[in-house]
């Protein structure tokens, strides 16, 4: 496994790949759903570049980027175990060297969801995102469908700005009990933990309400809200049954619908989400 820390190290690597190359973005302090996508990658690829990065741009002022967890020896240990050819590991400067000025957005669907609650985040994501498929030039590119809403935000600005690669989503990894695994769980005390369960209780009903022929959109915006605000720990950002494309909200589930939820459990702002088929 080779370990890079400059672009122009990475391209010339990469120039020397015959091939596939999947690439996997990640923001290290990896877990079972990140070594899943490298997995993936391993199995549809010959050579597995995976970056790790802690991106500065995508985080709000109000928002954790100096408590991210960090621990690069065990995530290159980890990702040695799972056989990755390749890691991206650069500093903030190479990425953002002095004088940077250039920014992705993607429009419309960044102003709902998570775009409402973390404003700038997703023009920080696509441009890193961008420039990360700029350096590396993979052949597929990996992401989780548990960030369902930045996924939709990728393959948007892939389409947009006809990006030559596949976007392959990979499905959410979960903890035994259904929580979805998350580098931000280990901030999660033990009373917090078991709390946290209520995002999984909530899309679960959803998705019960939904088998048993409930096709009302607000009616499980409705069933859902009060499962959770039952939960003393718990605050909502947003619960969602919106369109899985647009991200538009549904007044009836009349296609297929991506249900998605935001919710502070203590100090900690967890995510999740089910589709409807």
């Known amino acids: 496994m080779k370990v890079i820390t400059t672009i122009a190290e990475m391209r010339q690597v990469r120039s020397q790949q015959t091939g596939s190359v999947g690439l996997v973005p990640t923001m290290g302090f990896l877990h079972e759903g990140h070594l899943e996508l490298v997995r993936r990658a391993r199995v549809e ?39 990755a050819g390749i890691v991206f590991m ?25 775009g409402v609650f973390r404003p700038g985040h997703f023009r920080g994501c696509a441009t890193v995102v ?31 700005l006809n990006m030559n690669l596949e976007i392959v989503a990979v499905p959410t990894v979960r903890e035994p009990d259904g929580l979805a695994m998350s580098s931000r769980n280990t901030h999660l005390s033990r009373k917090e933990r078991e709390a946290a369960l209520i995002l999984w209780k ?4 959803a998705q019960e309400l939904w088998d048993n022929g409930e096709r009302s959109a607000e009616r499980l915006r409705q069933e859902m809200t009060a499962l959770i605000v039952g939960q003393p720990l718990a605050r909502i950002d947003y619960v969602s049954v919106a369109d899985p494309e647009t991200l538009e909200e549904l007044v009836e589930i009349d ?19 089910i589709s409807l088929e």
């Open 45 to 83: 690829n010959l050579t597995v570049v995976v970056s790790i990065f802690v991106n500065p741009s995508q985080f709000g002022p109000e928002e954790d980027f100096i408590s991210y967890p960090r621990d690069p020896e065990r995530d290159l240990a980890l990702l040695e175990k799972e056989r």
């Open 255 to 273: 296609r297929p619908a991506l249900v998605s939820l935001a919710v502070w459990i203590g100090k900690t702002r967890l995510i999740d989400n």
């Open 130 to 160: 961008a420039k990360l498929f700029n350096i590396v030039e993979p052949d597929r590119a990996y992401f989780g469908q548990k960030d369902a809403q930045q996924l939709a935000v990728i393959r948007k600005m892939v389409s947009d």
């Open 90 to 114: 650069p500093e903030a400067q190479e990425i953002y060297p002095e004088g940077f000025s250039s920014w992705v957005e993607v429009k419309r669907i960044t102003d709902r969801l998570e």
């Open 202 to 205: 909530a899309l679960c009903h």
